[in-house]
């Protein structure tokens, strides 16, 4: 029993002994954080997926919006962001969320666009400082994947803890969304 004492210590402080704190992929979840959801859509798939994480988790929830007004043409709309991505522009945001401070956690939403996510985020990121607080990215996309913005996300962000995204198609699976935010802790 002696020689297994350090074996079973080990394994005890190995576990989350923290009361309150979850185990998430990247590291703990704030129990109890404040929460915000920030996120643009175009066509209504992302917004849909940002109201129900809105609804399961009672996050407060802003829309990221261009202080431009952008072609409504959908052609011209595409040439449009995608020549943003080429010159990895920082097109001007309307506004930025109040109160961002005092947020512990912050979900990031955007849909896919060519390959990315639109430039729009780059300029929110770019502008306010998430040193400290929990990003949970998400996103909606025609097949392509949120790992590169994630990827960016961190890179943008070395002071945040960027937990693992969630990529969904055109439609919104409540209990996709349950599994996700009950994985990373978000909720119980
Ligand atoms: C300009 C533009 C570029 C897109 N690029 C991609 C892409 O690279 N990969 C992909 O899977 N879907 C792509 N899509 C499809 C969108 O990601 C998808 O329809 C998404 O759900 C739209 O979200 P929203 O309804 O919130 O705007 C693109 C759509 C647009 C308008």
């Known amino acids: 029993m002696k020689r297994l004492f350090p074996y079973i210590m080990a394994l005890i402080l190995a576990l989350p002994i923290s009361a309150g704190l979850a185990l998430a992929a990247d590291g703990p979840v704030q129990a109890g954080a404040k929460a915000l959801i920030v996120y643009h859509s175009k066509s209504g798939h992302t917004k849909a997926l940002a109201e129900e994480i809105q609804r399961q988790t009672g996050a407060d929830i802003f829309f990221l919006d261009y202080a ?28 930025s969320p109040d109160g961002l401070e005092g947020y512990g956690v912050v979900y990031l939403g955007f849909p896919v666009w060519w390959g990315d996510m639109p430039m729009l ?68």
């Open 68 to 95: 431009e007004v952008y072609p409504t043409d959908r052609e011209e709309f595409s040439d449009k962001v995608h020549e943003e991505q080429r010159q990895d522009a920082r097109p001007a945001i309307k506004a």
């Open 121 to 188: 985020f780059y300029s929110f990121l770019d502008q306010n400082d998430l040193s400290g607080k929990q990003i949970v990215p998400f996103c909606t996309s025609g097949s392509g994947k949120i790992d590169k913005a994630v990827a960016r996300i961190r890179a943008l962000e070395p002071g945040a803890t960027v937990l693992d995204g969630l990529r969904l198609g055109e439609t919104v699976p409540v209990q996709a969304v349950t599994d996700w935010l009950k994985g990373l802790g978000l909720v119980d």
